[in-house]
């Protein structure tokens, strides 16, 4: 476990600051903006706490979260616009913005599908095309695939539609993603 100032537990610190995300997400209205499931702040929590379950670190966890704040490719309500990152990033550590922002930007059509072999991500907010290192490459797509699972489960429908697509890219994503959110995958989408 990394440690801090005095011995304090960055962990601890982080897992402290979750219900300070939980205060800023209810103060941008998520709990009334409607999303598969109820709204997006339930969304958010359930991604989380889904995280958290799967033993993914604290900054995935945080992203989770918050994730959709700057709106994604498969959603568009923005709670906070891109351009003014500094707000959130001191809200949930720089690493766990960065993923935000990651994610929020990921244009998966141009992405998803070729992301195992070639460690890109290209972003909706630019144009541009980013090479995280793996730390972050596996984050983003355990944060992906918790989301999708999560909107499966809450509409079936979109398993129904989408179950083989998510199928293939999740499949093709394995040897990169955490083991216990493959296997949280291959679960949920046995019957998706």
Not at 64 to 79: E, I, P, Q, R, S
Not at 99 to 117: E, F, H, P, V
Request: aromatic letters at 8%; hydrophobic letters at 40%.
């Amino acid at each position: 476990m990394p440690w801090g100032r005095g011995g304090v537990s960055l962990q601890l610190i982080r897992m402290g600051n979750e219900g300070d995300v939980r205060a800023w997400l209810r103060e941008r209205g998520a709990q009334a903006i409607p999303h598969p499931g109820g709204t997006l702040y339930a969304h958010l929590s359930r991604v989380c706490e889904r995280l958290g379950a799967l033993g993914v670190d604290a900054d995935v966890r945080v992203a989770g979260l918050a994730h959709a704040a700057y709106g994604t490719d498969g959603f568009d309500v923005v709670l906070l616009d891109a351009a003014d990152r500094a707000p959130l990033r001191e809200l949930v550590g720089a690493r766990a913005e960065e993923l935000i922002y990651l994610y929020g930007g990921c244009d998966r059509g141009r992405t998803w599908k070729r992301l195992a072999q070639t460690r890109e991500v290209w972003s909706r907010f630019t144009g541009e095309c980013a090479a995280p290192d793996e730390a972050t490459v596996r984050g983003f797509i355990d944060l992906s695939i918790v989301n999708e699972l999560d909107v499966v489960e809450q509409d079936p429908t979109i398993g129904d539609r989408f179950g083989d697509y998510f199928r293939a890219v999740f499949h093709s994503w394995e040897g990169i993603a955490s083991t216990s959110v493959s296997e949280e995958a291959r679960r949920v989408l046995a019957t998706a």
